[in-house]
Nanobody, 115 residues
Framework: QVQLVESGGGSVQAGGSLTLSCTAS????????MAWYRQAPGNQREYVAR???????DYTESVKGRFTVSSGNAKNTVYLQMNSLKPEDTAVYYC?????????WGQGTQVTVSS
């Protein structure tokens, strides 16, 4: 069982920055893959960044060059640094983990970008 807790969402103006955190109940090193997804009102969930263990991070085209995933020194936390935010980035952002043949989702954190 893996519990994921996102934090760091909020409201910013276009061009601003936010950093989301995802804290897992297990060590990140024990997780096979992680991802950030988002869902805007009326839209399907879409991936923002996919992070396979030991592999390259894959960012969706619309966030390349603006968003960065990192883990820093924390053993159970990953971050999503979001710069140059646009109104179309407004969504609920979810942290996702794949471990032992099962997907786990966090509860999500709201990001609102105003123009």
């Amino acid at each position: 069982q893996v519990q994921l807790v996102e934090s760091g969402g909020g409201s910013v103006q276009a061009g601003g920055s936010l950093t989301l955190s995802c804290t897992a109940s297990v060590s990140i090193s024990s997780i096979n893959a992680m991802a950030w997804y988002r869902q805007a009102p009326g839209n399907q969930r879409e991936y923002v960044a996919r992070m396979p263990a030991g592999g390259n991070i894959d960012y969706t085209e619309s966030v390349k060059g603006r968003f960065t995933v990192s883990s820093g020194n924390a053993k159970n936390t990953v971050y999503l640094q979001m710069n140059s935010l646009k109104p179309e980035d407004t969504a609920v952002y979810y942290c996702v983990a794949w471990r032992r043949d099962r997907w786990y989702w966090g509860q999500g954190t709201q990001v609102t970008v105003s123009s």
